[in-house]
């Protein structure tokens, strides 16, 4: 089964998913930006620019690691936020 949780940055909603078969999505305001498909190597990783103020532009970047769950989020290379997802997610 997929996992997916929503998180905020400068008041857009992006959303990260890891999908049944393993794909990961990022989407932004409802709309899909980026899919990976699961492969042999880790991590996976989608990203997406973002001009958030006139000109003002973001560099959102998620990684996940399938064999630990581990996903990591950052903005321009800053950590966002690092979590774990559920086991049932991880499975090979």
Same mark, same amino acid.
């Given at each position: 089964?997929?996992? #997916?949780?929503?998180?905020?940055? !400068?008041? *857009?909603?992006?959303? +990260?998913?890891?999908?049944?078969?393993?794909?990961?999505?990022?989407?932004?305001?409802?709309?899909?930006?980026? !899919?990976?498909? !699961?492969? #042999? *190597? $880790?991590?996976?990783?989608?990203?997406?620019?973002? $001009?958030?103020?006139?000109?003002?532009?973001?560099?959102?970047?998620?990684?996940?690691?399938?064999?630990?769950?581990?996903? #990591?989020?950052?903005?321009?290379?800053?950590? +966002? +936020?690092?979590?774990?997802?559920?086991?049932?997610?991880?499975? #090979?």
């Amino acid at each position: 089964m997929g996992q #997916s949780f929503q998180f905020q940055y !400068r008041q *857009k909603l992006f959303q +990260l998913s890891v999908t049944d078969d393993g794909a990961l999505e990022l989407y932004l305001q409802g709309c899909l930006r980026k !899919r990976r498909e !699961r492969g #042999s *190597k $880790e991590p996976q990783y989608v990203w997406t620019n973002v $001009e958030l103020e006139w000109e003002e532009h973001h560099y959102v970047e998620a990684r996940y690691w399938a064999s630990s769950g581990e996903v #990591s989020v950052t903005v321009n290379g800053n950590v +966002l +936020l690092t979590q774990v997802l559920a086991s049932a997610v991880i499975g #090979s």
